[in-house]
């Protein structure tokens, strides 16, 4: 199914990151021929001293912030020439962010956030955590390193290697959709990956025997192990191929990836050593309890990768 954006909207928060989602929003929308929108959010919540008069004009404090902010968008939308909406409102920035990208029927959100530890990095991505579990449009996700430094807005992002993490599940499959548009806009190799977890020992089990009965493992049983593992692998290998449309081989010859292990560190570990360009996975739906646990990989992918990822929410 081809996908195509035709509204993106960009959460500004006037960090150093600003440019980067700048960059980004601009290259996309040139590919797609889509209109780009340029958000900040104003916090709602004023801290000032108990020492401030009381009379203090707390609505014209954030009219203020609120027309700076617009003169700010503005100006950048002014810088990289380019014709943007300006959106502009106060409040809790993620929620705002996600009643603009539904009221405004946006077709993706992008945002950054850095790479960090601790509490630094649980504070700074706070938003981005958050949106990811409440938007429904794709929510693109931008690390830059700790040491980044502010860089001018590139006039066009180039994508030379899109990694997709596959399980062959309704969201995966939509992530693969973005996948097969953004690497055909691009003209970029698409990775198709599939990670095989391991088997856990079950508890309580009395593994004191394991290590002398795995020594009398005869060689014909290890081969026969072997061979019914290559079999499980070529049967993946050929289901990751047939999720290319007929009409989409002609120029999309992906490469298949089977790994084993933990997913988001497989899949954060291959994109590093393969130098990929974006990750795009796909997320289940909205009840309180998928919400919680979105996580496991995907949140997982988005907070620790360093590269761009893509999180694509399936929706019944």
């Known amino acids: 199914m081809r996908i195509e954006p035709k509204k993106i909207l960009c959460a500004i928060d006037f960090s150093d990151f600003t440019n980067l989602i700048v960059s980004y929003g601009k290259s996309l929308a040139v590919e797609f021929n889509s209109k780009l929108c340029l958000c900040h959010i104003v916090p709602g919540t004023l801290m000032v001293s108990s020492h401030m008069p009381p ?4 609505a014209g404090i954030e009219s203020e912030r609120i027309r700076n902010a617009e003169e700010r968008l503005e100006k950048l939308a002014e810088e990289i020439e380019t014709e943007c909406e300006i959106i502009v409102a106060a409040g809790h920035p993620p929620d705002e962010i996600e009643q603009i990208s539904r009221e405004k029927n946006m077709d993706m959100v992008i945002a950054a956030t ?6 630094k990095r649980f504070l ?9 579990k409440i938007l429904e449009c794709p929510f693109l996700v931008l690390h830059t390193p700790e040491d980044h430094m502010v860089s001018p807005v590139k006039d066009g992002i180039k994508l030379k290697r899109i990694l997709v993490g596959c399980d062959f599940s309704p969201d995966s499959k939509l992530a693969f959709d973005y996948a097969l548009s953004l690497a055909q806009e691009f003209q970029t190799q698409l990775y198709l990956a599939h990670i095989i977890r391991p088997m856990e020992h079950q508890v309580g089990e009395d593994i004191s ?29 050929k289901q990751l191929i047939n999720m290319v449309p007929e009409d989409s081989r002609n120029w999309c010859t992906p490469v298949t990836v089977i790994l084993e292990g933990e997913p988001y ?23 309180l309890l998928e919400r919680f646990l979105v996580g496991s990989t995907t949140d997982r992918v988005i907070s620790r990768s360093q590269c761009p990822v893509l999180a694509v929410r399936h929706v019944v």
């Open 124 to 132: 700074i991505g706070s938003v981005t955590n958050r949106l990811v």
């Open 209 to 237: 025997w394991i290590r002398a009965e795995h020594l009398n493992i005869s060689k014909k049983t290890i081969e026969e192990e072997k061979e019914k593992k290559q079999i499980m692998f070529n049967r993946l290998e």
């Open 265 to 287: 560190k497989e899949l954060i570990d291959y994109a590093e050593k393969k130098e990929m360009d974006m990750i795009i996975l796909g997320v289940r739906g909205h009840s």
């Open 114 to 119: 850095h790479g960090g530890s601790g509490v």
């Open 55 to 58: 009379y203090l004009d707390y």
